[in-house]
């Protein structure tokens, strides 16, 4: 399904443009894997770090294990917001469960072993769509830390591919007056009628939809027209994620 292309305001983008997205690798010298993602205004640091044990649950069943822990800066938003200390909100334990869950989905984790990939996303600048920037982010995070351990000889016999078996990217779609826009900024995905989140693996197959209507409903037509604009916007991010793996 092709979607029609008009100018946002004051976005200044085409409807089914994504903002641009530049990854850098290796801006951590101590994390395995480590990048720091930008998507237009919102700016994720994504590190992977990948330790040769197992939570106490998976110990002698001869599998890995991959969890993320998310956070946002203090000032990483227009006012300043507290840490997260002694608990954490309800939002964040979202985001972290999202994350683990698309990364495990492009991980074989009989073929990681008993190893664990612990990854930490922190929001340095928030402007929309931050657990999506961290899951496309930490995506890469993990290939890089894979990819470095295995140079290294500590997964003998083994290649990239055979312990990732796809990669992984998540966007945001919303409907506003009609229009489906793609790769929501703060002030898009605070005044859309609808808003969606799309996790997807390279192969196009869904790992997560979550979507809201959160000022009028909508119909099977626009969930399908939000569909193809993730759809597309997603094939154009993972070209940007291979260049970096």
Known sequence: MSLPTTHREPAGRMTS?????????????????????????????CTASIDQSVPKWLE?????????EYSMLPRATH???????????????EIQRLIGRALRSMVNLKALGE????????????????????????????AVGLKKLIDAGKFPGKTLKDIMTDTVAAISVGIKSGEVLVDLDYNEDSSCDVDMN???????LFVEVQGTAEHQAFSKTDLD?????????LLEIRKIQLEKI
């Open 17 to 45: 443009q994504i903002r641009p997205i530049t990854i850098e690798v290796g801006v951590n010298r101590y994390a395995e894997g480590s990048v720091l993602i930008k998507a237009g205004h919102t700016h994720v640091l």
């Open 79 to 93: 006012t300043r917001s507290k840490r997260d200390r002694e608990k954490l909100s309800g939002r964040t334990s």
């Open 60 to 68: 002698g069943k001869g599998q890995g294990w991959v969890t993320a």
């Open 198 to 204: 799309f996790v997807m693996t390279g192969a196009g």
């Open 225 to 233: 027209r939000m569909t193809a604009g993730a759809t597309a916007a």
């Open 115 to 142: 190893c664990s990939i612990l990854v930490d996303c922190d929001v340095l600048q928030a402007d929309g769509g931050t657990r999506t920037a961290s899951i496309t982010g930490a995506c890469v995070a993990v």
